[in-house]
Nanobody
Framework: QVQLVESGGGLVQPGGSLRLSCAAS????????MGWYRQAPGKQRELVAG???????NYADSVKGRFTISRDNAKNTVYLQMYSLQSDDTGVYYC???????????????WGQGTQVTVSS
């Protein structure tokens, strides 16, 4: 069984920092793109940052210059370093990965269970 497990969320004051981690485990043949999404109360889930296997990155305009996504392919792990957090960054953060479980299989979309990030004084 393949799964993604996030960690690192919590409560932080405005201007503070957090680092999220997401590790993929199970029978994984390969991982392609990975990314972080977030969903604020009453809003749709949105892409925060994405990273390809070759380390090309893209960010939502609202987090450019404040968030950094990175990955460790040897550990099947993706990270999201968040600085200068604002109240608008509050939400549940979900890890996403495009993974294959066999050599000739197709890439499937996998999601973590989500981790809460709350920015409040």
């Amino acid at each position: 069984q393949v799964q993604l497990v996030e960690s690192g969320g919590g409560l932080v004051q405005p201007g503070g920092s957090l680092r999220l981690s997401c590790a993929a485990s199970g029978r994984i043949f390969s991982i392609n793109d990975m990314g972080w999404y977030r969903q604020a109360p009453g809003k749709q889930r949105e892409l925060v940052a994405g990273i390809t296997r070759g380390d090309s990155t893209n960010y939502a305009d609202s987090v450019k210059g404040r968030f950094t996504i990175s990955r460790d392919n040897a550990k099947n792990t993706v990270y999201l370093q968040m600085y200068s957090l604002q109240s608008d960054d509050t939400g549940v953060y979900y890890c996403n990965a495009k993974m294959r479980v066999s050599r000739f299989g197709i890439f499937g979309d996998y999601w973590g269970q989500g981790t809460q990030v709350t920015v409040s004084s």
